[in-house]
C-alpha cells in the first residue's frame, strides 16, 4: 500500500513538472494580476472605468524613465516650487526694494511647476500643440530669467515678470466658460446689480 502511494506521488509530480500552460485564445486580452506592476502604467489605474489621467504611452523624450520614476520626479519639481513661491511670498511686501529677487523666486517657482507638468504628462505630447497663450507665456518666463540672472536688470526683471502676469491672466481667461467676453457680461451685470442695490431705500 505504501508502496502504491509512493507512486502515486511520483506520477503527480511528474505530470505538474510536464504540463505546460494553456494559451488563451487569439484576441482575448490577457490581464495582469492586480498590483503586479509589470507594465508601465500601475494596475490600480488600468482596470475597467479607471484610467490614468494622461495617456499610457511611453514619452520618447523620457524613454528610461518609469511611472514611479516620473511622479518621483514631478513630486520634487512640485515640492521646489512652493519653496520657491513661498520665498517669493516672503519678498512680496519688499517688492519695490526687491522687485528682482521676487521676479526670479516665482518664475523659479513657475519653471519647477512647468517641469512638473512636463514629468506627468510627457514633454513631447506638451509641445506637440502648443497654444498661442502658452507660447506667449514661456517667452516671458525665460525673458524674465534672462533678465535676472544673464543682465541682472531690475527694470527688465520686473517688466517681465509684468508680461509673464499678464499671459498667465489670459490664458486664465481664455480657459474660462465664454472667456474674456464672458467676464465682461458678468461684470456689466454685477455693476448693474450694484447700481440698483444703491439706489434702494435703506
Given at each position: 500500500?505504501?508502496?502504491?502511494?509512493?507512486?502515486?506521488?511520483?506520477?503527480?509530480?511528474?505530470s505538474?513538472?510536464?504540463?505546460?500552460?494553456?494559451?488563451?485564445?487569439?484576441?482575448?486580452p490577457?490581464?495582469?494580476?492586480?498590483?503586479?506592476?509589470?507594465?508601465?502604467?500601475?494596475?490600480?489605474?488600468?482596470?475597467?472605468?479607471?484610467?490614468?489621467?494622461?495617456?499610457?504611452?511611453?514619452?520618447?523624450?523620457?524613454?528610461?524613465?518609469?511611472?514611479?520614476?516620473?511622479?518621483?520626479?514631478?513630486?520634487?519639481?512640485?515640492?521646489l516650487?512652493?519653496?520657491?513661491?513661498?520665498?517669493?511670498?516672503?519678498?512680496?511686501?519688499?517688492?519695490?526694494?526687491?522687485?528682482?529677487?521676487?521676479?526670479?523666486?516665482?518664475?523659479?517657482?513657475?519653471?519647477?511647476?512647468?517641469?512638473?507638468?512636463?514629468?506627468?504628462?510627457?514633454?513631447?505630447?506638451?509641445?506637440?500643440?502648443?497654444?498661442?497663450?502658452?507660447?506667449?507665456?514661456?517667452?516671458?518666463?525665460?525673458g524674465?530669467?534672462?533678465?535676472?540672472?544673464?543682465?541682472?536688470?531690475?527694470?527688465?526683471?520686473?517688466?517681465?515678470a509684468?508680461?509673464?502676469?499678464?499671459?498667465?491672466?489670459?490664458?486664465l481667461?481664455?480657459?474660462?466658460?465664454?472667456?474674456?467676453?464672458?467676464?465682461?457680461?458678468?461684470?456689466?451685470?454685477?455693476?448693474?446689480?450694484?447700481?440698483?442695490?444703491?439706489?434702494?431705500?435703506?
Amino acid at each position: 500500500m505504501a508502496d502504491l502511494g509512493r507512486q502515486l506521488h511520483e506520477y503527480l509530480a511528474q505530470s505538474k513538472a510536464t504540463a505546460a500552460p494553456v494559451p488563451p485564445p487569439a484576441g482575448v486580452p490577457q490581464e495582469e494580476p492586480a498590483g503586479s506592476g509589470a507594465g508601465p502604467w500601475p494596475s490600480a489605474f488600468s482596470g475597467p472605468g479607471r484610467r490614468w489621467p494622461w495617456a499610457a504611452e511611453a514619452d520618447p523624450w523620457l524613454p528610461g524613465l518609469s511611472l514611479w520614476q516620473r511622479l518621483a520626479g514631478a513630486a520634487l519639481c512640485l515640492l521646489l516650487a512652493a519653496f520657491c513661491f513661498g520665498l517669493a511670498a516672503l519678498y512680496a511686501p519688499l517688492l519695490l526694494l526687491r522687485a528682482r529677487k521676487f521676479a526670479l523666486l516665482w518664475s523659479l517657482g513657475s519653471l519647477c511647476a512647468l517641469l512638473a507638468a512636463a514629468l506627468l504628462r510627457g514633454p513631447s505630447r506638451l509641445l506637440r500643440e502648443p497654444s498661442r497663450g502658452s507660447l506667449l507665456y514661456a517667452a516671458a518666463l525665460g525673458g524674465t530669467l534672462y533678465a535676472a540672472l544673464g543682465l541682472r536688470s531690475t527694470a527688465l526683471t520686473a517688466l517681465g515678470a509684468a508680461a509673464q502676469l499678464g499671459t498667465a491672466a489670459a490664458a486664465l481667461l481664455g480657459a474660462l466658460p465664454g472667456g474674456a467676453g464672458g467676464i465682461r457680461r458678468l461684470g456689466g451685470l454685477l455693476g448693474v446689480a450694484l447700481r440698483r442695490g444703491a439706489a434702494l431705500p435703506v
